[in-house]
C-alpha cells in the first residue's frame, strides 16, 4: 500500500533546505546560550562550594570568579578567577595547598619596621577582636600600622605630637625581644592585649577547593539539559 501526503518532491527538498538553514542560523546561538547558561550554573556551584569550606566568606572571595561569556562566533565560555591586586592569589593556596604568598600586612611591617629576630609571617593573635568574617577590621589594621610606623605612605604614620593628641586612644607598639612575645601590642590605658604575633615560618595550607575539578563536574551535569532548553529557544525564535 502507498501512502501519500501530497507533498512533492520539490516541496519536500525546499523543507529539507529550510531546516538546513534554519539549523545553520540558530545552532550557533543555541550553542551559545547553553554554554553561557552551564557557567553561570558553574559560578553558582563555585559560591557553594566556598560557603562550605571557608568559615564565613567575605563577598570578595564569593565573587572572586567570573564569566567570560561565550559569543556566536566564538563557542567557548570559560569560568576564570579575578587578579589579585598584588601577586599570587590566596585562592591558589586554598586550592592546591602549600604556603601562602606574602600579605600586604607582612610586606609593609618586613619592609618599614625594624626588629632584631627573624619574621616570617604576621597572623592575628588571641586577643585580636575579628570582624563578622574572621578577619581583622581594616580600621585597626591601619592605626596599628601607622603607629609602629609601617605606612608606606610615611604621612600616614603617627608621630609624637599625633599620639599626645590622642592620648586616650588605643596604642599599638612593637616590644624589643624578650620584652614580650613577639608582634603587634595594643594599649588601652593599662590594659595590654596581643594584636598581631609575629612567626619565623609561613602557615601552610591542605589543598581542600578544587575549583577546577569541580567546574568540570558541574559543567558534565548541566550542559545536557542547557543544550536542549537553548535549541528550544532558539529554533522557536526562528522565522
Known amino acids: 500500500m502507498k501512502l501519500t501526503a501530497g507533498v512533492s518532491p520539490s516541496d519536500l527538498r525546499k523543507l529539507v533546505s529550510r531546516l538546513r538553514d534554519v539549523e545553520r542560523k540558530q545552532m550557533p546561538y543555541a550553542t551559545m546560550l547553553a554554554l553561557n547558561a552551564t557557567g553561570e ?10 560557603r562550605k569550606v571557608f ?4 563577598r570578595w572571595t564569593l565573587n572572586a570568579f567570573f564569566l567570560r561569556r561565550a559569543t556566536k562566533r566564538k563557542p567557548e565560555a570559560t569560568v576564570e578567577r579575578k587578579d589579585a591586586p598584588r601577586g599570587r592569589h590566596y585562592l591558589e593556596v586554598e586550592e592546591r595547598g602549600g604556603t601562602r604568598p606574602k600579605t600586604g600586612i607582612e610586606r609593609l611591617i618586613l619592609g618599614n619596621v625594624a626588629y632584631e629576630d627573624h619574621i616570617e609571617a604576621v597572623v592575628p593573635a588571641r586577643g585580636a577582636r575579628l570582624n563578622a568574617h574572621g578577619n581583622l577590621p581594616a580600621g585597626q589594621i591601619q592605626r596599628a600600622l601607622s603607629n609602629i610606623g609601617a605606612q ?6 603617627s608621630t609624637d605630637g599625633s599620639r599626645k593628641r590622642s592620648a586616650r586612644a588605643a596604642r599599638y607598639f612593637v616590644p624589643k625581644p624578650g620584652q614580650l612575645s613577639p608582634g603587634v601590642w595594643k594599649r588601652q590605658g593599662k590594659r595590654l592585649t596581643k594584636f ?4 619565623d615560618r609561613l602557615p601552610r595550607y591542605s589543598a581542600r577547593f578544587d575549583m ?4 568540570r ?3 558534565a551535569r ?3 539539559g542547557r543544550m536542549r532548553a537553548a535549541i528550544r529557544k532558539a529554533f522557536s525564535t526562528a522565522r
Open 41 to 50: 550554573a558553574v559560578l553558582e556551584e563555585n559560591k557553594t562550594l566556598m
Open 55 to 58: 568559615d564565613r566568606p567575605t
Open 152 to 157: 608606606q605612605d610615611r604621612a600616614q604614620n
Open 196 to 199: 598581631l604575633s609575629f612567626t
Open 212 to 215: 577546577e575539578g569541580h567546574g
Open 217 to 219: 563536574i558541574v559543567a
Open 222 to 224: 548541566e550542559m545536557p
